[in-house]
């Protein structure tokens, strides 16, 4: 009994651990595409430094250059490229073939020079329909001549054709792991001469290029894999609107990030006025000024007097046609602190012929600021505290000299 419940709870394991076995899911990128495996100008840069076709096919097969970055047949290794050119009159048509198998290879691009009657070369680099769509065509315009520009109409000359093929290369070429996209876009930009310039056309420039190639072009893969061509991986017609597309999505995703950045950095004030909290009091006679600091916001700002003051960045200023407001406060707030009644009946008491030692010293002020006017670049006529206000010792104190301390004044009444 025991047994069949221990065989019925490892079924149970293995079935539960099976079903979640089934549930996970291998997700893939697919904003990589095949054509991003080989970059076109890299190929247009290199031809142009080459001395001859088969200097250029081994550059394009440099383990430590890395031009291409295809693996068409998975394998796990880069494909060979090996070159084909084919001549007709002052028309040289290469051809860039991926080497997949035994007699099996797919072209990837092509590269179409001609002469002119004035001795004038024109090349163009075109991919292939299948890898980069239609009319994906790339102008080299070398800052120097290239040296196969010589050697292509020499009357000695004859067309090159690769020796090599599926499971025999050179030498100097060894097999490497494609890297990842993002990391071979990254790479590859340290081989193109950006001295050169490379301007992108839709229009192929040499029909006797374009005969030549129709009875001569290579598909293998294309042919192993019908329905993946290049519009049907994008949706978009070749390679130069597929970059047009990711660059305008990059911008708008940067302008979004940037837009809600910025809204929740920026508040802007919902209102003309801006009230600033940092105000500079002055107090005078009975009257009070306040003279409210410049603002930030470029709008204008009110001061406590209903005055409107232009905040541009400079001391505010005050409109001098409009009387500056006063505000009455209790007489013993004009002093930092009111004058103590004199002990004695009389101002002349003990032989001193001041009328007051206590007023005669300046008001001890809680802050530098409230005894001394800040200056106002106003018009207005600026109140100055010229006078102490009035003391408030007409009368003498009630109880204070009748009190304890005032023994030597009843003294003075006995004599």
């Known amino acids: 009994m025991k047994t069949k419940i221990l065989y019925t709870v490892l079924f149970a394991l293995l079935s539960v651990g099976g079903s979640f076995a089934q549930d996970v899911t291998t997700v893939r990128a697919n904003s990589a595409d095949i054509s991003d495996n080989l970059d076109l100008k890299a190929v247009a840069s290199i031809f142009g430094d080459s001395r001859d076709l088969e200097d250029f096919e081994r550059r394009l097969n440099d383990p ?10 998975g394998d796990n290794r880069v494909d060979y490229l090996r070159v084909i050119e084919s001549t007709e009159g002052n028309t040289h048509l290469i051809i860039l073939q991926s080497v997949l198998g035994v007699d099996t290879f797919q072209d990837v691009a092509t590269i179409e020079v001609e002469r002119d009657r004035n001795n004038n070369v024109q090349v163009q680099v075109v991919g292939d329909v299948y890898m980069y769509g239609p009319n994906y065509i790339y102008e080299p315009v070398y800052v120097r001549r290239p040296f196969l520009f010589d050697v292509f109409w020499v009357s000695s000359y004859r067309p090159y054709y690769s020796p090599w093929y599926w499971g025999y290369y050179p030498t100097y070429y060894s097999y490497w792991a494609p890297y990842p996209v993002y990391r071979y876009r990254n790479n590859i930009h340290v081989h193109i001469n950006n001295r050169n310039t490379y301007t ?9 290029a374009m005969a030549m190639y129709s009875s001569r072009r290579t598909n293998a893969y294309e042919r192993q894999h019908p329905n993946t061509g290049f519009s049907s991986r994008n949706n978009v017609s070749n390679r130069y609107a597929l970059e047009q597309s990711r660059s305008n999505s990059r911008a708008q995703s940067a302008s979004g990030g940037t837009r809600s950045s910025f809204n929740n950095s920026s508040a802007r004030p919902t209102s003309n006025v801006v009230r600033n909290t940092n105000i500079n009091s002055v107090r005078n006679n009975g009257g009070t000024i306040r003279n409210t600091t410049p603002s930030r916001s470029g709008q204008d700002a009110s001061n406590s007097n209903g005055q409107i003051v232009r905040s541009s960045g400079t001391p505010s200023r005050v409109n001098s046609n409009t009387p500056a407001r006063t505000v009455t406060t209790p007489p013993s707030r004009n002093t930092a602190q009111p004058s103590m009644p004199s002990r004695s009946n009389s101002s002349m008491d003990r032989g001193n012929s001041m009328p007051s030692v206590r007023n005669s010293t300046p008001a001890r002020s809680s802050a530098p600021t409230m005894n001394t006017p800040i200056p106002s670049r106003s018009s207005s006529p600026t109140i100055r505290n010229s006078a102490p206000a009035p003391a408030r010792q007409s009368a003498p104190a009630p109880s204070r000299s009748s009190g304890g301390g005032g023994g030597g004044h009843a003294g003075g009444r006995r004599g």
């Open 64 to 73: 430590d250059v890395q031009i291409s970055n295809l693996d068409l047949n």
């Open 200 to 208: 992108y056309c839709n229009t192929r420039r040499s029909s006797r």
